[in-house]
């Protein structure tokens, strides 16, 4: 295991058959920082390379990391655990896929070289759901305006006492 380069050089890695890991910072990744509050956090990097098929050069690796956002019922903060794992083939053409093992996600691309942090952005970012929202029941937030906005509405209270009055006829 060695640290991994800026650069991913597909073929290069995949032939030697590489192992890296490395531990980076939520900071690192420009388009996850906008996203998440912890941006000192760690995100554990695992990634190997090979060929499948004596021509498909693969990657395979996990990412960990925790993941801080805003709950969308309560608007509060929560605490995300995110362990996105991937598998991928790279393929030249599609009839090149025939061949892969059904396991992998195949993926058409040309590129020889592509920047690690941005292949790692995109893993990360499938793997943060929509609308994130808090396991136990928490209070939305739009309930909650509605309570503020009865106690601040004088015709709230009018509404009552009306009521009462109908009550005593
Ligand atoms: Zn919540």
Request: hydrophobic share 35%.
């Amino acid at each position: 295991m060695q640290g991994i380069p800026d650069t991913i050089k597909l073929f290069s890695f995949a032939k030697k058959e590489l192992n890296f890991s490395h531990i980076y910072q939520v900071k690192d990744f420009p388009r996850i920082k906008k996203l998440l509050s912890n941006i000192d956090d760690e995100v554990k990097v695992e990634l190997s390379f090979y060929i499948e098929n004596n021509s498909i050069p693969c990657i395979e690796g996990v990412v960990k990391l925790s993941a801080v956002v805003d709950c969308q019922r309560c608007l509060n903060e929560m605490n995300l655990r995110l362990s996105p794992s991937f598998k991928l083939g790279f393929l030249k053409n599609e009839q090149q896929g025939k061949a892969l093992d059904s396991s992998f996600e195949a993926i058409l691309s040309t590129d020889e070289a592509f920047l690690t942090i941005e292949f790692i952005t995109d893993e990360v970012l499938i793997s943060i759901p929509m609308s994130p929202m808090h396991s136990h029941k928490c209070q939305s937030y739009q309930d909650k305006e509605q309570i503020k906005q009865e106690k601040h509405n004088p015709f709230a209270i009018l509404k009552h006492t009306k009521l009462n009055i109908k009550n005593k006829e």
